[in-house]
């Protein structure tokens, strides 16, 4: 099982970026998936959900109308679109997948919002 993420890195206020999280080893299809992030001294805090056929979506409040989350489960692959970033969304980004009591973790990336 893997979850490979990329797509970070530094961008100025405002700015925008795209996440991706790359699936295998898995039945990526039947899983739900989500996307963490964990600024340095703070807990690991949950992002936004996509149900397993991406019919639902879910957002904290601090994202709500500034990022998108979707997937594609041709390819195995899922994405945060992160637009008007602002520096409190400076952290290192990780995805899940989820289902029943299987839980994956990728390795995370980073994404700084700097001028």
């Known amino acids: 099982v893997q979850l490979v993420e990329s797509g970070g890195g530094l961008v100025q206020p405002g700015g925008s970026l795209r996440l991706s999280c790359a699936a295998s080893?898995?039945?990526?299809?039947?899983?739900?998936m989500s996307w963490y992030r964990q600024a340095p001294g703070k807990e690991r805090e949950l992002v936004a959900s996509?149900?397993?056929?991406?019919?639902?979506?879910s957002y904290t409040d601090s994202v709500k109308g500034r990022f998108t989350i979707s997937r594609d489960n041709a390819k195995n692959m899922m994405y945060l679109q992160m637009n008007s970033l602002k520096p409190e969304d400076t952290a290192v980004y990780y995805c899940?997948?989820?289902?029943?009591?299987?839980?994956?973790w990728g390795q995370g990336t980073q994404v700084t919002v700097s001028s």
């Open positions: 080893g898995f039945t990526f299809s039947t899983y739900g």
């Open positions: 996509i149900s397993s056929t991406g019919g639902t979506t």
């Open positions: 899940k997948a989820w289902f029943r009591r299987d839980v994956y």
